[in-house]
């Protein structure tokens, strides 16, 4: 078993993209990623939430992540607004517990929220409630989060090689490859 900083590495050198952008940001990615993996893992539920730029992103996600192909266990990734059409309409803090009391009742063995897009949209208000929830935050420095920029050119392409790698960190994670506790 491989740890997952040396893995990670690995996979993005033998990557046949352009992925070198990302070995110095390995470092921010590897604990988000385990975080992350091992919460699904041991049966937590990961709802998606993007921003209205990223909305493609999150419905690319879901479309992909239960791939028939991946030979592997169907993994407990949702679109959140599948799951709760009414989410834009969510506006104040009682609005925002009455939805985890919803989610609680429907994730009796936990879930948490990955979240792609910007620090200023008003899905943060829910995301900022939970520190472990799994967020690629686009032009803010958060705690706990992976940072990319909305202005590169190349935000997409690298948004796409993300999911990838996490992707790939599922399978090594399910099939054993990898140490998660260290």
Do not use: A, C, G
């Given at each position: 078993m491989q740890k997952l900083l040396s893995w990670?590495?690995?996979?993005?050198?033998?990557?046949?993209?352009?992925?070198?952008?990302?070995?110095?940001y390995r470092y921010d990615w590897a604990p988000l990623v385990q975080s992350a993996t091992t919460k699904i893992i041991s049966g937590q539920t990961l709802l998606v939430i993007t921003?209205?730029?990223?909305?493609?992103f999150g419905d690319y996600v879901t479309?992909?992540?239960?791939?028939?192909?991946d030979n592997r266990p169907f993994l407990p990734i949702y679109l959140l607004r599948s799951?709760?059409?009414?989410?834009?309409?969510?506006?104040?803090?009682?609005?925002?517990?009455?939805?985890?009391?919803?989610?609680?009742?429907?994730y009796p063995n936990g879930y948490f929220i990955w979240y792609i897009g910007r620090g200023d949209h008003p899905y943060t208000k829910i995301v900022y409630r939970n520190d472990d929830n799994f967020m690629w935050m686009m032009d803010d420095e958060?705690?706990?989060?992976?940072?990319?920029?909305?202005s590169d050119r190349l935000r997409d392409i690298k948004?796409?090689?993300?999911?990838?790698?996490f992707n790939q960190t599922m399978d090594a994670a399910l099939f054993g490859e990898l140490d998660l506790d260290s």
């Open positions: 990670t590495l690995n996979t993005i050198r033998q990557d046949e993209s352009d992925f070198s952008w990302m070995e110095e921003d209205k730029e990223n909305h493609w479309s992909k992540i239960n791939s028939i192909s799951v709760f059409p009414n989410l834009s309409t969510i506006r104040s803090t009682q609005d925002i517990e009455l939805l985890e009391d919803m989610l609680d009742i429907s958060v705690q706990n989060s992976f940072p990319l920029r909305s948004l796409l090689q993300l999911y990838k790698l």
